[in-house]
């Protein structure tokens, strides 16, 4: 079994910032392409951001680039989300989630996170 466990989020003010974290439980973390989604009140969830699995490439929404850093650390099987000058509209609950997922041994599909909420407000 595999689980994400996301943390981080918190009440912050426009233009603050916060670092969001992804455990992964489980073997395969290195293996995997990983990706940040979010979804706001009232709104589908929506994929904000991706890595692969040796953090050569990512991958960003365009109203996210350039103020959100996406990142992983396959020692510590953790994946974060650097968010810097946030605004309002970035109030959501954020997921991680992997479309696949080898663990080594089997492959698993559409694995999401319980979710941690950013409220961005003055």
């Known amino acids: 079994q595999v689980f994400f466990e996301e943390s981080g989020g918190d009440l912050v003010r426009p233009g603050g910032s916060l670092r969001l974290s992804c455990l992964v439980r489980g073997s395969g973390f290195e293996f995997n392409k990983l990706a940040w989604y979010r979804q706001s009140p009232g709104k589908r969830r929506e994929w904000i951001a991706d890595?692969?699995?040796?953090?050569?490439?990512?991958n960003y929404e365009p109203s996210v680039k350039g103020r959100f850093i996406i990142t992983r650390d396959n020692d510590k099987r953790t994946m974060y989300l650097q968010m810097n000058a946030l605004e309002p509209e970035d109030t959501a609950t954020y997921y991680c989630?992997?479309?696949?997922?080898?663990?080594?041994?089997?492959?698993?599909?559409?694995?999401w996170g319980q979710g941690t909420p950013v409220t961005v407000s003055p």
């Open positions: 890595i692969n699995m040796n953090a050569v490439e990512v």
């Open positions: 989630h992997a479309d696949e997922f080898w663990t080594g041994s089997v492959l698993l599909r559409d694995i």
